[in-house]
């Protein structure tokens, strides 16, 4: 570990490593940098006043995978979260949550192209099955509204993953 202030010291040992960063005299992580945390979980890429800020790629402790864009620790802008069943969302994020253009790929193939708003799927969206059938569903905050074929159901193991769980920081 580099040599940090007493207080930057302080958040670094928290974890069990840190290495890159500056620390003014605030005490906060600043710049390009990797923290590995106790429970086996990391961060590396860029930090600002002690959080995820810029590029970064940020791997939970059961290994799923966030990369993209953070702001103030969040995912803010274009990114990409590939869980551990192979299941993979691309798309738009704004302060956390997907918000925006998105899509959901499951480790099958099935598609969800949509929208989303603070983390619910919105508006028209498709699920797309490696079969070729489709269904056109209209959803309001999470609340499916519509479906176009009510004799296809969506499969149990198809259903959305749960974006309502926060990233960390220090």
Known sequence: MQTLSPI???????????????CPQDGQLEGDGRLLYADGARYEGKWR????????TYVDHLGNRYVGTFKSGRLDGKASVL????????????M?????????????G??????WKEGFPH???????PDGKKIELEFDSGV?????SPELNIPPDKKLPDFRIPLRNT
């Open 110 to 115: 099935t598609r969800y192209d949509g929208s």
């Open 144 to 148: 499916l509204k519509r479906k176009s």
């Open 49 to 56: 006043a002690d959080a995820f800020d810029g590029q970064g």
């Open 123 to 129: 508006g028209t969206c498709v699920y797309l099955f």
């Open 8 to 22: 930057c010291r302080q958040t670094a040992t928290r974890h069990r490593f840190a290495t890159g960063f500056s």
């Open 83 to 94: 869980y551990i069943d192979g299941t993979r969302y691309d798309g738009e994020w704004k």
């Open 96 to 108: 956390g949550w997907p918000d925006g253009r998105g899509t959901v790929i499951f480790s099958d």
